[in-house]
Nanobody
Framework: QVQFQESGGGLVQPGGSLRLSCAASGSAFRLYDMAWYRQAPGKQRDVVATITTGSNTNYADSVKGRFTISRDNTKNTMYLQMNSLKPEDTAVYYC?????????WGQGTQVTVSS
């Protein structure tokens, strides 16, 4: 059973920065790919960034150049550094891993970008 716990969300002004963390349970963190998703009110949940076991990364066009995904396998933790935040980045952010038998999600952390 894999469990994720997100943290680091909050209220930030436009142009500001936040760093989200996703702590994973278990000893196999280094063996699976991870992703960050977000869901704004009334909208579907969309992928923001992905990172493979080899730390290859991919980003949604809307966050390229502003967000950076990373992982520290020694700490069983994935990160999302978010810079130059915009009001349209406001959403609940979730960490995710996909397996052949299903997907695992954290409970989410709220990010609100507002002046």
């Amino acid at each position: 059973q894999v469990q994720f716990q997100e943290s680091g969300g909050g209220l930030v002004q436009p142009g500001g920065s936040l760093r989200l963390s996703c702590a994973a349970s278990g000893s196999a963190f280094r063996l699976y790919d991870m992703a960050w998703y977000r869901q704004a009110p009334g909208k579907q949940r969309d992928v923001v960034a992905t990172i493979t076991t080899g730390s290859n990364t991919n980003y949604a066009d809307s966050v390229k150049g502003r967000f950076t995904i990373s992982r520290d396998n020694t700490k069983n933790t994935m990160y999302l550094q978010m810079n130059s935040l915009k009001p349209e980045d406001t959403a609940v952010y979730y960490c995710n891993a996909q397996f052949a038998w299903g997907a695992y999600w954290g409970q989410g952390t709220q990010v609100t970008v507002s002046s």
